[in-house]
C-alpha cells in the first residue's frame, strides 16, 4: 500500500486546528503541505467511538481523494496486565478505536499494551490471549483491513520492549509492530546513536517477522528527553540536544528502499513532518546521484 516513504503528523496540524475546519478536512490541509500520511488520535476514547460513523467515512474519502494514509492512535487507557475488569474494558476501548478505524479504512490502530505487574512473562501471556479475543472478534465482525499495531514503549515500566512488541506480533494475527523510535531511545537512555544502532532494530524486525514487515514500518519519531525510567517529554527537530537523530534513519530508509511510513509525534507536528521528509529525500537523491 504505501508504494514509498510517507510522512505526516501523529494528531492535527496546530494551524489547521486554530481554522475550525472539521477533520474531514486534515487531508487536503495535508497534501497542501506535500505530506501524505495521518495518524487519527483516539487516545481519551471509551468502549464507544467519539467520532460518528459518518464523519469517520468521509474522513476515509478525503484520505483516498488526496492520497493520504490513515491510521488511528488508539486509546491510553488500555492495560492488558491489568485485573479480569481492567483487561474487559481495555478489550472495550480498542475495539471502539478499531471501529472507527474500519469505517475510516485506516490502516493501523497503534497501541500500548499494558503496564507490567509482577512477572513480565506473564504479562505478555495476558497481552496475548486478550489480543487474541479482541482478534476475534474483529473476524466476527469481518474486520480484516484493520492490524493491531502495539507500540514499543518509552518507559520502563510499561510492556513494550522491542522483543516484547515483535513477540506479540509474532503470537497474533492481523497484528503488525509500531517502531516508536523516540521510545527505545528514551526507554535504552539513548543507545540509538549510529546508523548501525538503527539497523539493529531493522534486521531484528526482519529476522522475527520477515521482509515485508519492514518494508512498510509504521514508525513514531521525535527528539526525545529522557529520566531515569525513560521517556519525558517530547522536542522538536531543531532542539538538537535531544536524540534521537533522524539522520541514521534517513539514511537506512534510503539504503534499504523502505516504504516506512513515519508519523511525527514532535510538538510542532506536522512542520517536523516535513524536515524529516526533505532528509529522507535529500538521501534517497544522494543514493541515486552515487549510482554509476
Ligand atoms: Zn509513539
Known amino acids: 500500500m504505501a508504494d514509498h516513504p510517507r510522512f505526516g503528523p ?3 496540524p496546530l494551524a ?18 506535500g505530506l501524505d500520511a495521518f495518524e487519527y ?13 459518518e464523519n469517520a467515512e468521509n474522513l476515509g474519502i478525503k484520505a483516498k481523494e488526496y492520497d493520504v494514509r490513515l491510521s488511528v492512535h488508539g486509546s491510553y487507557f ?35 499494551p ?37 507500540e514499543t514503549a518509552g518507559k520502563v515500566f510499561q510492556l513494550g520492549s522491542l522483543d516484547e512488541t515483535l513477540t506479540l506480533c509474532e503470537k497474533v ?18 543507545k540509538l546513536k549510529t546508523v548501525e544502532d538503527f539497523r539493529r532494530v531493522i534486521n531484528e524486525v526482519e529476522k522475527r517477522l520477515g521482509a515485508d514487515a519492514v518494508k512498510e514500518l509504521h514508525c513514531h519519531y521525535t527528539r526525545v528527553e529522557f529520566g531515569r525510567v525513560g521517556e519525558r517529554r517530547h522536542h522538536t527537530m531543531d532542539e538538537t540536544e535531544y536524540g534521537p537523530d533522524f539522520e ?16 511525527s509525534e ?17 538521501e534517497i537523491s544522494k543514493r541515486k546521484g552515487s549510482k554509476p
Open 10 to 12: 501523529a494528531g492535527i
Open 16 to 33: 489547521f486546528d486554530i481554522l475550525k475546519r472539521p477533520v474531514e478536512d486534515v487531508p487536503e490541509y495535508l497534501r497542501s503541505e
Open 41 to 53: 488520535q483516539a487516545v481519551r476514547w471509551g468502549p464507544k467511538p467519539q467520532m460518528k460513523k
Open 78 to 112: 488500555i492495560n492488558f496486565c491489568g485485573d479480569a475488569l481492567t483487561v474487559e474494558a481495555s478489550k472495550k476501548r480498542l475495539i471502539s478505536c478499531i471501529t472507527a478505524a474500519d469505517w475510516m479504512g485506516a490502516h493501523e490502530v497503534v497501541f500500548h
Open 114 to 150: 499494558g503496564f507490567y505487574t509482577k512477572s513480565h512473562e506473564d504479562d505478555l501471556q495476558r497481552c496475548v490471549k486478550a489480543m487474541d479475543d479482541v482478534v476475534k472478534f474483529m473476524k466476527s465482525c469481518g474486520i480484516v483491513g484493520v492490524s493491531l499495531a502495539p
Open 173 to 190: 494475527e492481523l497484528t503488525k509492530p509500531t517502531i516508536d523510535w523516540s521510545h527505545l531511545y528514551a526507554r535504552e537512555r539513548g
Open 248 to 263: 541514521p534513519l534517513a539514511i537506512l530508509i534510503a539504503e534499504l528502499g523502505l516504504n516506512s511510513v513515519i508519523l
Open 266 to 282: 514532535s510538538p510542532i507536528l506536522d512542520i517536523d513532518s516535513q524536515k524529516m521528509q526533505d532528509i529522507v529525500f535529500r
